[in-house]
C-alpha cells in the first residue's frame, strides 16, 4: 500500500493471533497494513479484540504468533524507535492525581528522551492549543470529564508522535469539545500525522476516516473507504453497514 509520503506503511500487522489463558481467542490472525498518513477506523463491538489489538502494537500485550512493524520497526525487537513513533489517548482515564497539568506532560515528554527545555516549550503550546492554560497549576484530580479527556490528549504528543492511536477519544465529552478535538485532529493529519481511531461513534469514524476496518471474533470482517462500504452492503450509512456486517460476523 503506497503512502502519501513515500514512507513505508505506518502498521503493517501479519497473522497475528493471541488467545488468553481462560481459552478467549482475542486475535484469530489479524493482518492489516495501514499507509503512513492516513486517518484509519478501527471499529467493533466489546471484545472484539480492538484494545488487544493496540496493546500489541505498543507492546502492552504479547501476541502468540504474528509480526507488527511500525514504520519498519519491528514493534518487539525494535521496541523503542518503534513505541517512540506512537502517540497514545486511551480510553480509560489514567492521569496521576497527584500530578498538575504541566507536570503531567513535561514528566511523560521525559520518558520518552524530550530535553527540559523543548518539554517546556512543547508543554506550553499544546496548553494554549487545548484551552488548558489557566488550569496547568491544578492537580489533574480536581478537573471534569472533559477537561481530563484534553490533558490526556495533549500529553499524548508532547514526544512529537509520527502516529496517533485515539481509543473511543470523545467518549464522555460534550458536543462542542467533540467538534473541536475533531478539528484538531483533522489539522494534524493534514500535517502528515497517522491516526488509528477506535470508536462507539460511528459517525465520527464516517466523518474523520480516509478507510474503515471493522474487527468481530478476533478477525477483520470488512475494509474499505466509507464509500465503499456503503456500496459493497448496500446501505446508506457506515451503522447499517456495521450492523449487516456484525450481524452476519455473529
Not at 465520527?204 to 478477525?219: F, K, P, Q, T, Y
Request: proline letters at 2%; one cysteine or more; a negative charge.
Amino acid at each position: 500500500m503506497s503512502s502519501r509520503d513515500g514512507r513505508a506503511p505506518a502498521l503493517r500487522i501479519e497473522d497475528l493471533r493471541k488467545t488468553y489463558r481462560d481459552g478467549f481467542v482475542a486475535l484469530d490472525g489479524v493482518s492489516l497494513e495501514i499507509a503512513s498518513g492516513s486517518f484509519f477506523g478501527l471499529l467493533g463491538p466489546n471484545g472484539a479484540g480492538k484494545t488487544t489489538l493496540i496493546n500489541s502494537i505498543v507492546s502492552l500485550a504479547r501476541p502468540d504468533s504474528g509480526t507488527v512493524q511500525v514504520f519498519g520497526h519491528d514493534a518487539y525487537e525494535e521496541f523503542r524507535e518503534a513505541r517512540r513513533m506512537i502517540g497514545v489517548s486511551p480510553q480509560e482515564i489514567n492521569l496521576d492525581k497527584f500530578l498538575t497539568v504541566q507536570e503531567t506532560l513535561t514528566f511523560h515528554a521525559g520518558y520518552y528522551g524530550v530535553g527540559k527545555k523543548k518539554a517546556r516549550e512543547r508543554a506550553e503550546e499544546l496548553l494554549e492549543r487545548f484551552e488548558l492554560t489557566e488550569k496547568r497549576k491544578a492537580r489533574t484530580s480536581t478537573l471534569s470529564g472533559g477537561m481530563k479527556r484534553r490533558v490526556m490528549f495533549a500529553r499524548s504528543l508532547m514526544h512529537d508522535p509520527d502516529m496517533l492511536f485515539l481509543d473511543e477519544p470523545t467518549a464522555g465529552v460534550d458536543v462542542e469539545l467533540r467538534y473541536k478535538l475533531w478539528d484538531y485532529l483533522r489539522e494534524l493529519n493534514r500535517g502528515g500525522m497517522t491516526m488509528l481511531l477506535t470508536t462507539h461513534y460511528l459517525e465520527e469514524a464516517e466523518e474523520l476516516c480516509d478507510e474503515v476496518a471493522l474487527i468481530s471474533n478476533g478477525r477483520i470482517a470488512a475494509r474499505d473507504t466509507s464509500a465503499g462500504l456503503k456500496e459493497t452492503f448496500h446501505a446508506r450509512s457506515i451503522e447499517e453497514v456495521y450492523m449487516k456486517v456484525m450481524g452476519h460476523a455473529g
